[in-house]
């Protein structure tokens, strides 16, 4: 059992979880990632593992269109990365 912190929530205390975080990524003619950078250092994407696109909220004034990608890096990780085709940046979806 959890003891009660006797504190109340505030909006400051609540934070999202599985936020996308900004990345570097460097991409082919294809669109697809070549190298990425995690945590300062850059690798290499030995394969892209599964890609897929989402097309939401079109009726809205800023619509959400992202090019996802998973991908396994030469280290032997997998990272799931989206390029957001609205404003160019890629990101790095936690998991």
């Known amino acids: 059992m959890v003891a009660h912190p006797r504190t109340k929530a505030s909006a400051g ?3 999202p979880l599985n936020a996308p975080e900004a ?4 991409a082919g ?12 250092r850059r ?4 394969s892209i593992e599964d890609c897929w696109r ?3 909220e079109w ?3 800023r619509p959400i269109t992202r090019l996802y990608f ?3 890096l030469t280290d032997g990780r997998r990272v799931t990365v989206y390029h957001d085709l609205v404003d160019g940046s890629w ?4 998991a």
């Open 59 to 61: 009726w809205r004034g």
């Open 13 to 15: 205390a609540i934070r």
């Open 91 to 94: 990101r790095r979806q936690s």
């Open 54 to 56: 989402i097309d939401e």
């Open 43 to 46: 690798l290499e994407v030995a």
């Open 23 to 26: 990345m570097e990524v460097a």
């Open 70 to 72: 998973e991908a396994l």
């Open 29 to 40: 003619d294809d669109g697809f990632p070549r190298t990425v950078v995690l945590r300062g």
